[in-house]
């Protein structure tokens, strides 16, 4: 039976410095220049090779691989993410993209009438759109904090509270709010530690859309010290 060992590839040229020539790291065809690479990623040559070794790997012994190896490697790789968020490793949990687990996560809770999904008007589009289709099947509906940037933090939960104080106003469960770590449009760090202390608070479920946040700032904190309800991330950005 194969090694349930993940062997890691060696470790790049630390002697490349960052910018262009970093491309030399990367698959990237001669005339393409990418200027989005958070949208949708690739993965380091050396990334890839290892990928492609395990994807011969399962074609070789199927059957073996599945039931044997791969829930070996499954639980050796949520054991190396987990330290970047401060987390256990039965606390992560692999998904596609950070948009598949925001919908997980919605479409996993038994929403009842009156409830209500407050977010900011920077959130991710797709992620307005799930709040969205989520209200189309179940009783919660989603309402938006609006403000403009520049906003300074302090802004950012006056508006939030005032919000929360007006929709319970109107006889309505704010039951879970939606945060980013890093708006990508117009590129900023969103306070979301402190925004989910004040869920904690006000007893609102805090859902944070980490999008651009492993590799970009640091999340060892995650878990030991700001305890989201729910986080979701992206390993490429």
């Keep these: 039976m194969a090694e349930t060992t993940i062997n890691a590839p060696a470790a790049a040229d630390q002697t490349i410095p960052f910018g262009p020539q970093m491309r030399t790291l990367f698959n990237f065809a001669p005339t393409y220049r990418p200027l989005n690479h958070g949208s949708y990623g690739t993965f380091p040559k050396s990334v890839f090779d290892f990928k492609v070794q395990r994807l011969r790997d399962y074609e070789a012994r199927d059957c073996i691989y599945k039931r044997f190896v791969y ?4 639980k050796e790789s949520r054991a190396l993410v987990a330290p970047l968020l401060g987390a256990h490793t039965n606390e992560v949990v692999f998904v596609p993209n950070a948009t598949s687990g925001v919908n997980t996560v ?13 977010y900011p008007q920077s959130i991710y589009g797709a992620c307005l759109k799930s709040i969205q289709s989520v209200g189309e099947v179940t009783p919660v509906r989603g309402v938006g904090v609006e403000y403009e940037y520049p906003v300074e933090d302090d802004e950012i939960e006056r508006l939030f509270r005032e919000r929360v104080k007006e929709v319970r106003g109107q006889g309505k469960n704010v039951r879970m709010a939606v945060f980013d770590t890093i708006v990508s449009i117009p590129g900023v760090r969103v306070p979301w530690e ?20 492993i590799g970009h700032i640091d999340m060892t904190h995650t878990g030991t010290m700001v305890q989201p309800d729910f ?7």
């Design 194 to 213: 402190r925004m989910v202390a004040v869920c904690r608070e006000l007893g609102i479920l805090s859902l944070i859309d980490g999008a651009h946040a």
């Design 231 to 237: 986080l979701v991330s992206n390993c490429h950005k």
């Design 106 to 118: 919605l479409r996993n809770i038994k929403w009842e009438e009156g409830d209500v999904i407050i």
């Design 71 to 74: 829930p070996g490697l499954l």
